[in-house]
């Protein structure tokens, strides 16, 4: 059984830094993994994934402020926010198993899904 769950979401003032956790048990982090977020009334959208060749690719918005990276050794993977601005703040998802498709596909129906971690960001 996959289980993905996020920690580290919070509160933080424009221009702050967060690192989001995700600890996953029954699938190898080194394999396809990806960064959602969603917001009250919007669909969800991809910040940023991370292919089992190491390649990454993220969201336009992210604009250089976020990086994924993953720890072996705690099959955990990681999202680094910095310079955040309150249009970041929204309920971030990490996701697994992209089932054979590419990684960094637009519209990927990943199988396993975290619960969510809420960020926020204050102007």
């Known amino acids: 059984q996959v289980q993905l769950t996020e920690s580290g979401g919070g509160s933080v003032q424009s221009g702050g830094s967060l690192r989001l956790s995700c600890v996953v048990s029954?699938?190898?982090?080194?394999?396809?993994m990806a960064w959602f977020r969603q917001t009250p009334g919007n669909e969800r959208e991809t910040v940023a994934s991370?292919?089992?060749?190491?390649?990454?690719r993220a969201a336009a918005f992210v604009k250089g402020r976020f990086s994924v990276s993953k720890d072996t050794p705690k099959n955990a993977l990681y999202l680094q926010m910095n310079n955040l601005q309150p249009e970041d703040t929204a309920v971030y998802y990490c996701a697994a198993d992209s089932d054979g498709r590419w990684c960094h596909g637009a519209n990927v129906d990943f199988r396993y899904w975290g619960q969510g971690t809420q960020v926020t960001v204050s102007s």
């Open positions: 029954g699938y190898n982090v080194s394999r396809c």
């Open positions: 991370r292919d089992k060749d190491g390649s990454t």
